[in-house]
């Protein structure tokens, strides 16, 4: 899913190395992680563009439609100054040289809308509700890098407690390791591909619909 969200369709995007902001954290002013300690901001990757707009959506920069608001709107607040205008498109300056635009955020709407789309087409196959999830896991190096709490404020995951989602890293080479070192769980392997089936989400009649209803965010009422 990385890649999703850091591609060349996301105006400072950029892959998770040196330079790239990875964590974000608006109050009165901007706080910014960036890959690398003392750097200069380059851009912005996958986990950092979650989080800065999960931020935005908490500060009330951002409403629930996904709509950057302007300046005029929010004259008291202490980030204002940062709702800037680029090329005649509502953006927010994150740091010098580096903005998360109002088509970046449509982007990055419509990759969290598939992948929340998916989940739910599943769930809703096997009637599985929110409130059955024990845990929630997220694989790979964009899920080890990705806040928690972020992804939850803007759809991206089911909304459990934060506590029940879990980075758990590489699991696909974590999987291979456990079925090369054990006989049992390697058999366990082997029959897994019997029990699984393959779902096409586009052919699904009730695909469109489930897309247009998680294009949004969350109300924040609805994110404890």
Known sequence: ????????????????TTGAIEGVTLGDRVELQVIG????????????????????????????????????????????ERLIEVDGVRAFLLAEGVYLTQRDIRELQFAKGSIATGIKVLMDILGVRTEDLDQVL???????????ES???????????????????NSAGEGAKIALLSYRERQVAFELPSRIEYVELSGRADFNDSFVAVLGFPQLETVP
């Open 151 to 169: 992804a939850k404020v803007i759809g991206l995951v089911p909304p459990v407690d934060v506590d029940r989602i879990i980075a758990v890293g």
């Open 138 to 148: 997220l694989g790979g190096s964009f899920g080890s890098y990705l806040n928690p």
């Open 37 to 80: 300690g003392d750097v200069p901001p380059e851009g912005i990757c996958g986990s950092g563009l979650v989080d800065a707009v999960a931020q935005l959506l908490l500060a009330g920069l951002l409403d629930h439609s996904g709509r950057l608001r302007t300046a005029d709107a929010v004259a008291d607040h202490p980030l204002r």
């Open 1 to 16: 899913a990385g890649p999703a969200f850091e591609g060349s369709q996301i105006k400072c995007g950029m892959r998770a």
